[in-house]
């Protein structure tokens, strides 16, 4: 057979612990024997990000600028106990926060969704896509404990030293709380951006909502920000697509979402989309199912699963058990990955090899097998077997080579 031919190399970056072991699995089952795979390599795993001082990490991301297209293996975000297991130098920080400043861009988790594993909420048929904006807000806001009586003011002074700016947010007649938050336009703006161009590159609606009505400066802003870069830049090619920016209340936002059958985008602020992505996720069912990708404002993409390196179930595996991980969000990663560097690079095999390698992967469960995560969650009266992961994606190449020979 002839493999499938790449032009340009994808940005890899390898993981750590079960997600690893996966990892080369998917490779050398499902990617390498059909696709003429090019990747510039990077390897993330903690040993290495500990070996290059890190450095590693903004390489992968630099790269991910220059080539705008990246498949990311789960890594593990250093701890104090994880500083003694690997005897680290130092407590690196998360290489998805490093990325994800690097890159200035907006998460989207998406569920995968199969007929049988019914979500929570019975009228949601397709998934819905969270964007949260993951800066500012309540995550850098200055907090104080107010103990006593006394005047709580806002104050702004500009560069100059002009005070511009002074009010009196609440005249204290007993102890209380108090809090400052801000954020930034330019932030906004790669925020928005991110989202419309997700949305265009899915051909999805996007929802936003705030609390404007309530915040009228601060949550305004977010909302004058979003349609003035919607009407001047993404607008035409909305209606062009037949796709819809759409505005709303959050709390509005909230019930249209509960009686939506999904098919569309949300984009959030940080807390609520820090809230709602857990309560999205939850009621679809499974954190192994969901997928997730960075998106920039310049159009890099940076593909992942959105769960962490099953650091238990590497455990058993180190004893040589047998293990049954989901490795259904990390191939969701990959095909999202070739997809895009098929779109980018006008390579339709490779496209249409991506919608076929998730399409076995939908059929192998619809089939019934499924990693031991899945088998609880299905609705009544279907016949499931649960495999292990090597099995299980045994079982997906088998569908796949079916689909490709087809
Ligand atoms: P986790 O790796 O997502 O796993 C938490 C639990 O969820 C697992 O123990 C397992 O439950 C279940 N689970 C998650 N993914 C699964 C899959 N693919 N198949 C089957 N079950 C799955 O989260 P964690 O244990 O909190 O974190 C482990 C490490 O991952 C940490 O070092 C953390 O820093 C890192 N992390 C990385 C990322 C990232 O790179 N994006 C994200 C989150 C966490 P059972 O044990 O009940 O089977
Ligand atoms: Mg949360």
Same mark, same amino acid.
């Given at each position: 057979?002839?493999?499938?031919?790449?032009?340009?190399?994808?940005?890899?970056?390898?993981?750590?612990?079960?997600?690893?072991?996966?990892?080369?699995?998917?490779?050398?089952?499902?990617?390498?024997?059909? *696709?003429?795979?090019? #990747?510039?390599?990077?390897?993330?795993?903690?040993?290495?990000?500990?070996?290059?001082?890190?450095?590693?990490?903004?390489?992968?991301?630099?790269?991910?600028?220059?080539?705008? *297209?990246? *498949?990311?293996?789960?890594?593990?975000?250093?701890?104090?106990?994880?500083?003694?297991?690997?005897?680290?130098?130092?407590?690196?920080?998360?290489?998805?926060?490093?990325?994800?400043?690097?890159?200035?861009? #907006?998460?989207?988790?998406?569920?995968?969704?199969?007929?049988?594993?019914?979500?929570?909420?019975?009228?949601?048929?397709?998934?819905?896509?969270?964007?949260?904006?993951?800066?500012?807000?309540?995550?850098?806001? #200055?907090?104080?404990?107010?103990?006593?009586?006394?005047?709580?003011?806002?104050?702004? #002074?500009?560069?100059?030293?002009?005070?511009?700016?002074?009010?009196?947010?609440?005249?204290?007649?007993?102890?209380?709380?108090?809090?400052?938050?801000?954020?930034?336009?330019?932030?906004?703006?790669?925020?928005?951006?991110?989202?419309?161009?997700?949305?265009?590159?899915?051909?999805?609606?996007?929802?936003?909502? +705030?609390?404007?009505?309530?915040?009228?400066?601060?949550?305004?802003?977010?909302?004058?920000?979003?349609?003035?870069?919607?009407?001047?830049?993404?607008?035409?090619?909305?209606?062009?697509?037949?796709?819809?920016?759409?505005?709303?209340?959050?709390?509005?936002?909230?019930?249209?979402?509960?009686?939506?059958?999904?098919?569309?985008?949300?984009?959030?602020?940080?807390?609520?989309?820090?809230?709602?992505?857990?309560?999205?996720?939850?009621?679809?069912?499974?954190?192994?199912?969901?997928?997730?990708?960075?998106?920039?404002?310049?159009?890099?993409?940076?593909?992942?699963?959105?769960?962490? +390196?099953?650091?238990?179930?590497?455990?058993?595996?180190?004893?040589?058990?047998?293990?049954?991980?989901?490795?259904?969000?990390?191939?969701?990663?990959?095909?999202?990955?070739?997809?895009?560097?098929?779109?980018?690079?006008?390579?339709?095999?490779?496209?249409?090899?991506?919608?076929?390698?998730?399409?076995?992967?939908?059929? +192998?469960?619809?089939?019934?097998?499924?990693?031991?995560?899945?088998?609880?969650?299905?609705?009544?009266?279907?016949?499931?077997?649960?495999?292990?992961?090597?099995?299980?994606?045994?079982?997906?190449?088998?569908?796949?080579?079916?689909?490709?020979?087809?």
């Amino acid at each position: 057979m002839n493999k499938i031919k790449m032009t340009t190399p994808l940005v890899e970056m390898d993981g750590d612990e079960m997600t690893r072991i996966l990892w080369k699995m998917i490779k050398d089952e499902l990617i390498c024997p059909f *696709v003429d795979l090019k #990747t510039e390599y990077y390897d993330l795993g903690l040993v290495e990000r500990e070996k290059t001082k890190d450095k590693v990490t903004f390489d992968a991301a630099n790269a991910n600028k220059k080539y705008g *297209v990246a *498949v990311k293996c789960a890594t593990i975000t250093p701890n104090k106990q994880r500083v003694e297991e690997y005897n680290l130098t130092e407590m690196w920080k998360s290489p998805n926060g490093t990325i994800r400043a690097i890159l200035d861009g #907006t998460v989207f988790r998406a569920p995968i969704l199969i007929d049988y594993i019914k979500p929570a909420v019975k009228n949601w048929k397709k998934p819905i896509t969270i964007a949260r904006h993951a800066y500012g807000d309540v995550y850098k806001s #200055t907090e104080y404990r107010v103990p006593t009586e006394g005047k709580a003011e806002l104050v702004f #002074t500009d560069k100059d030293g002009n005070e511009s700016f002074r009010q009196t947010v609440y005249d204290f007649e007993c102890p209380g709380v108090l809090q400052g938050q801000y954020n930034k336009d330019s932030s906004i703006r790669s925020f928005a951006h991110s989202c419309f161009k997700y949305a265009l590159s899915t051909k999805q609606d996007l929802w936003f909502s +705030t609390k404007d009505t309530i915040s009228k400066q601060y949550d305004q802003t977010f909302k004058l920000i979003f349609q003035e870069i919607y009407d001047s830049e993404y607008k035409t090619q909305f209606e062009e697509l037949g796709i819809r920016y759409f505005y709303t209340l959050i709390d509005d936002a909230v019930a249209r979402v509960i009686r939506s059958e999904g098919g569309f985008i949300w984009a959030c602020k940080n807390y609520d989309g820090d809230v709602m992505s857990d309560m999205v996720s939850t009621a679809f069912g499974s954190l192994a199912m969901m997928t997730s990708v960075l998106v920039s404002p310049d159009g890099n993409y940076e593909y992942e699963a959105a769960h962490g +390196t099953v650091t238990q179930h590497y455990y058993r595996y180190l004893k040589g058990e047998d293990t049954s991980t989901n490795p259904m969000a990390t191939i969701y990663a990959w095909t999202g990955a070739l997809r895009k560097r098929g779109e980018l690079d006008s390579l339709p095999e490779l496209c249409d090899f991506a919608d076929k390698l998730e399409g076995a992967c939908i059929k +192998t469960l619809t089939d019934g097998i499924m990693t031991k995560d899945l088998t609880g969650l299905v609705s009544e009266g279907v016949a499931v077997k649960a495999v292990n992961s090597r099995d299980f994606i045994a079982a997906i190449r088998e569908r796949l080579q079916a689909a490709l020979d087809a």
